[in-house]
């Protein structure tokens, strides 16, 4: 009877372990939109840091927007100038960006930021993958980094179970 006991003393221990790691450092996301294809796909599970926002170029992190949660890529940081040129290129600190996974042109918004853009310190400037139509800091400006959910770790591709 004590054996049994102290197994789910254990068990007990080991969920609120758990269950804390998973509230206040890690994060899971299922990712359900097409901005970041090929990246990141419909169905994916994002796996991110809630404490790791010391951004760089080129990380995927989470908003939330118009009551939507969205996995967008950092582009630029604090004191970077963003520049969107006429045709379709995006530009940070007068250079190119390395963006892997970008296939299309980048078209600036009539209702978004005036280029070229100084992202304000605390603030990240981000853009999706799949840019045509994208909801992103073409459209709301930097934002504040205090407002994202974390930098995402890992992705698991977990479509069709």
């Given at each position: 009877?004590?054996?049994?006991?102290?197994?789910?003393?254990?068990?007990?221990?080991?969920?609120?372990?758990?269950?804390?790691?998973?509230?206040?450092?890690?994060?899971?996301?299922?990712?359900?939109?097409?901005?970041?294809?090929?990246?990141?796909?419909?169905?994916?599970?994002?796996?991110?840091?809630?404490?790791?926002?010391?951004?760089?170029?080129?990380?995927v992190?989470?908003?939330?927007?118009?009551?939507?949660?969205?996995?967008?890529r950092?582009?630029?940081?604090?004191?970077?100038?963003?520049?969107?040129?006429?045709?379709?290129?995006?530009?940070?600190?007068?250079?190119?960006?390395?963006?892997?996974?970008?296939?299309?042109?980048?078209?600036?918004?009539?209702?978004?930021?005036?280029?070229p853009?100084?992202?304000?310190?605390?603030?990240?400037?981000?853009?999706?993958?799949?840019?045509?139509?994208?909801?992103?800091?073409?459209?709301?400006?930097?934002?504040?980094?205090?407002?994202?959910?974390?930098?995402?770790?890992?992705?698991?591709?977990?479509?069709?179970?």
């Amino acid at each position: 009877m004590q054996d049994i006991l102290n197994l789910l003393i254990k068990l007990a221990l080991i969920t609120v372990a758990a269950a804390n790691i998973f509230t206040f450092l890690f994060g899971l996301h299922r990712y359900n939109d097409v901005n970041m294809n090929t990246a990141l796909q419909e169905g994916d599970l994002l796996l991110y840091n809630r404490l790791d926002k010391d951004y760089v170029s080129g990380d995927v992190t989470l908003l939330e927007y118009d009551g939507k949660v969205q996995a967008q890529r950092v582009i630029a940081v604090a004191g970077d100038v963003v520049n969107i040129t006429e045709d379709g290129y995006v530009t940070v600190n007068g250079g190119r960006p390395e963006e892997k996974y970008v296939f299309k042109e980048t078209d600036a918004y009539e209702e978004g930021p005036v280029y070229p853009y100084t992202v304000p310190e605390g603030e990240i400037f981000v853009l999706s993958d799949n840019r045509p139509n994208a909801a992103d800091s073409r459209l709301y400006g930097a934002v504040k980094e205090a407002d994202t959910y974390g930098t995402v770790m890992s992705v698991i591709r977990r479509r069709n179970i």
